[in-house]
């Protein structure tokens, strides 16, 4: 079964001086310091939020949504050291949006189910099998409650402990490791279904 984490660690820490700077600088208006974090936490906000609404299209868009209510709300950010967690519960928060909007859709008469094309970012030598296990994940992530999928994507992708979790999400951490306890759970049926399907 493939690993769902990302590609590689990030290469700034929440509390590396460095990202710290950039966000004060950002904080006071520096278009320089933003694009800099923006390409520091472009790709990860962009694989956590196509994951969690299992669309690459519409992860890009809510990745530029993210990173432009970042850029308006920056300047009310207390704490420099918190951005990751700060920047995450922007994605979050616009990921939950586009899955209610996208459930009332559904409902209303006229809506059409959403095609997905996303696909989790795997390293694997056979293109072919890459494509099928990219697509297995995929599959396998959309049929997680969303509770699930965004606990499991955010200490997966976001490399947030349970603690920073609860408090990015204001749930206390018994929900948070229940939530990824059974999304890893699920994720893993459903994906060895999924396997044995094809």
Not at 18 to 41: I, K, M, N, P
Not at 113 to 130: F, K, N, R, Y
Not at 159 to 177: D, H, P, T, W, Y
């Amino acid at each position: 079964m493939p690993q769902l984490a990302g590609d590689s660690p990030p290469s700034l820490s929440s509390g590396d001086p460095l990202l710290v700077e950039q966000v004060e600088r950002a904080r006071e208006g520096e278009s320089a310091a933003f694009t800099a974090l923006f390409e520091h936490f472009n790709a990860r906000i962009f694989r956590y939020l196509e994951r969690v609404v299992g669309n690459a299209e519409i992860g890009r868009d809510l990745t530029q949504e993210t990173f432009i209510a970042a850029w308006r709300a920056l300047p009310t950010l207390q704490d420099s050291r918190s951005f990751s967690a700060w920047l995450y519960r922007i994605a979050t928060n616009m990921a939950r949006l586009h899955l209610r909007r996208a459930r009332l859709i559904r409902w209303l008469p006229w809506g059409a189910p959403e095609t997905s094309t996303a696909g989790a970012h795997l390293s694997l030598v056979d293109p072919e099998e890459q494509v099928g296990q990219s697509e297995a994940v995929r599959m396998a992530l959309a049929e997680l409650a969303p509770k699930y999928r965004i606990c499991l994507l955010l200490q997966l992708e976001g490399g947030f402990s349970q603690r920073e979790i609860a408090q990015l999400l204001g749930i206390n951490e018994k929900s948070v490791s229940a939530n990824i306890s059974r999304g890893r759970q699920q994720f893993r049926q459903v994906y060895l279904r999924l396997e044995h399907e094809s």
